[in-house]
């Protein structure tokens, strides 16, 4: 069942985004209220999808298996598949600023923007091809600084959300963590690769 969802995201994507929506319609009798809503329930499959995008090499690492094997086979195309949703939760935001007649701040437009054009970045340079004409380091360069300004990002908005006051607290606080956990994840990775170099290089001496 992981390996078929693994293998299928797109479809789970588009599935879970029409019952959000079929939900949000159904709930909300102004439509301003409705896109609303799903803007923010489409930034959180996103982040959902990011988390296991950016986590699979670590994973791996910390836990090598057939999941984490899997994980990490597939991570491109969940890297797609992110920018899939994403799309969608853009599509959800214009259309909120549209029939709110509100205007976003400059600096969500910036930042959020940026974001943006880095993850079409990675989504348009996930193949092979891609890797042979910008060359393995250029590739790798691009592809970790995207994942890390989308990071950034993602954990930015979540602790704007926990300091305001109210209800979006709750979120903010729930997005921190798993964001929080996403770098606790790759740092953790990284420490125990290279101990393990280590040891190798003391056995082999």
Known sequence: MKNVVLRHPFHLVTLVSVALLVWAWAGYEQPVDATQAMTRLTARVSAIIFFFVFTASSWHRLSPGEWSASLLKN???LGVTFAYSHTLH????????????????LSTVIIGGGAYVAMYAMALTSNDR????????????LHKFGAYYLW???FLTYLTRFLKAGDSMAVGAAGMTLFLAMALLSIAA?????RRLAQVSTDTR
């Open 75 to 77: 991570r491109r195309r």
């Open 90 to 105: 853009l599509c959800c935001f214009i259309a909120f600023f549209w029939l709110s007649g509100g205007r976003p701040l």
């Open 130 to 141: 891609a890797v042979k004409k910008l060359g393995a380091k250029n590739w790798k360069r």
């Open 152 to 154: 950034l990002v993602f």
């Open 190 to 194: 990284a420490v125990f690769t290279r």
